[in-house]
């Protein structure tokens, strides 16, 4: 079944785990699917039913801009990335684990 | 043989490692940095010791890269619309290597309107990134829209270990794009957490539609398609 990869700055909601199966056949249904099972997750990705700006939503290799957006269907090994922009970490020698604000 | 010129933008925990592996590869540098080394910097910024506290990075940095047979000038300034030209206007690549979301999408503009190659990267917590840009395929801001809204990042703090990492990465693909190497043009390569795996997810993304960067640039993302290279 697909797959979600969840960045690390969003692992607070998923407990820490990276990847989350889903049994949806399009982008937004895993990203509905998703948010299910971890609560309050799709908030940090979409807003008023839209990609965020500052994050971008690949199907593999391939920008789902490119395909057909959060209607792009997915096949039965496809992996979702969540890719947020990151600027840097600072001064901080051990990064705790945990949440970030994306 | 030509030599090559680069602008780096940050000569923090990213820039150092940059630096050293372009200059010594015989890369010609101009590192800008407004910052002074201080004790906090010094666990992710190895190119530093405690002899250096106080001390202008941007100057210091390009010390080291002098010391090791390289070329560098270091110019104790921020990245900013106002200073580019003077900081990159001879330069063949620029390097984004500060942690700022401004100081990103600025190099990555004035390089898109200048029709020069460039590389975002980034790094944070355990893993990071390094955007390629070159004339005519889409650029970080057809990527990222709006650095207004990007998440502030500067608690979340980065592993040491990491930027190193990060920072090699990102000066091999400026040695790429200043080779005329564009095979990475308008991808991404997303290093996840580096504790478990060091390949990259390598991701790519189409012009956007109205993105404002574009649209001043010299050669349009829409009228030329760049072949990239097959995601690992």
């Known amino acids: 079944m697909p797959s979600i990869r969840v960045p690390s700055a969003l692992r ?59 209607e792009t269907k997915l096949a039965e090994r496809d992996e979702v990335a969540i890719v947020p922009a990151i600027a840097g970490g600072r001064d901080t020698p051990d990064p705790a684990p945990g949440p970030a604000d994306a | 043989m030509t030599t090559l010129r680069a602008t780096i933008a940050g000569a923090g925990g990213l820039g150092g490692p940059i630096a050293i592996a372009l200059g010594t590869a015989g890369v010609e540098l101009v590192i800008a940095d407004h910052d002074r080394v201080e004790l906090s910097n010094l666990h ?34 921020r990245w900013t619309p106002e200073t580019a030209d003077e900081l990159a206007g001879d330069a ?5 290597a500060s942690d700022d979301p401004a100081t990103k999408f600025a190099v990555a ?53 990491v930027v190193g ?4 990465v990102a000066a091999a693909v400026a040695l790429a794009l200043a080779r005329g190497d564009r095979s990475l043009a308008g991808a991404l390569l997303v290093f996840d957490d580096l504790r478990i795996a060091a390949d990259p997810r390598i991701v790519r993304f189409a012009p956007r539609a109205g993105c404002p960067a574009c649209a001043r640039a010299p050669i349009s993302p829409m009228a030329t398609p760049i072949r990239v290279a097959e995601s690992s």
């Not at chain 1, 785990?17 to 299910?36: M, P």
């Not at chain 1, 990705?45 to 789902?64: A, C, Q, Y």
């Not at chain 2, 890269?65 to 110019?75: D, F, K, L, N, P």
């Not at chain 2, 390094?130 to 970080?140: K, L, N, Q, V």
């Open chain 1, 12 to 70: 607070s909601f998923t407990g820490g785990a990276s990847d989350i199966e889903v049994t949806a056949t399009t982008v937004r249904d895993a990203l509905a699917e998703l948010d299910r099972r971890h609560p309050g997750i799709a908030a940090k990705v979409l807003d008023n039913g839209t990609v965020k700006p500052f994050i971008r939503i690949f199907v593999g290799p391939d920008d789902i801009g490119g395909l057909s957006g959060l």
């Open chain 2, 165 to 168: 990492a990060i920072g090699g």
């Open chain 2, 44 to 77: 992710r910024q190895i190119q530093f010791t405690s002899v250096d506290l106080g001390q202008p990075k941007a100057a210091r940095l390009a010390g080291v890269v002098v010391a090791r047979g390289g070329t560098a000038r270091g110019v104790v300034t």
């Open chain 2, 109 to 161: 503009d004035w390089a898109v309107a200048n029709g020069r190659c460039y590389v975002i990267a980034a790094a944070l917590r355990y893993g990071g990134n390094a955007m390629a840009g070159a004339p005519g395929a889409a650029c970080y801001r057809c990527l990222f829209e709006d650095p207004a809204e990007a998440p502030s990042c500067a608690d979340a703090g980065v592993l040491g270990p």
């Open chain 2, 92 to 96: 063949d690549v620029v390097i984004d």
